[in-house]
């Protein structure tokens, strides 16, 4: 069974529609920030992975699935894992519960690609990133 990262949040005004529902793009604010915090978990802060491994990670792809509505000042667990490491690209996986009563509001996929910092050509992903993931992936 995979590990989950997951983070807590509360659904804010900002998040919300004038009816006090989730706007489907804030969803993405929370799969960032825990993509965030589950590299920051294994020891790799966003700074620290484009500078030692000389990359960065665009997203190529991004792909959201909406069951329920989350409403203002809902408290969300966000949870993210890798859903597959390829050799030049990974996926992480998104699924979203309302903390009180652990329904599924949503799911999300980021596809993302290592390119080099210096020509944004295509690389290898680092063995030394894969490994450390290893602890959040399938």
């Known amino acids: ?17 004038y009816a006090g529902l989730i706007c489907y793009g804030a969803y993405l604010r929370f799969f960032e920030m825990a993509e965030t915090e589950l590299f920051r978990a294994v020891g790799l802060p966003y700074g620290k992975v484009f500078e030692d491994y000389d990359l960065w990670l665009p997203r190529v792809q991004l792909h959201s699935e909406f069951h329920h509505p989350a409403l203002l000042d809902d408290l969300l667990t966000v949870s993210a894992f890798i859903g597959r490491i390829g050799n030049k690209s990974l996926t992480l996986n998104f699924e979203v519960y309302r903390a009180k009563d652990e329904i599924l509001l949503a799911e999300g996929r980021f ?23 290893a602890r959040f992936s399938c």
């Not at 989950?4 to 949040?9: A, D, L, R």
């Not at 390119?115 to 050509?121: A, E, G, I, L, P």
């Open 1 to 17: 069974m995979t590990e989950k990262f997951s983070i807590q949040e509360y659904v804010r005004w900002s998040d919300v529609d």
């Open 111 to 133: 596809i993302m690609v290592a390119v080099s910092r210096k020509d944004f050509k295509s690389m290898a992903l680092p063995q030394g990133l894969i490994e450390k993931l």
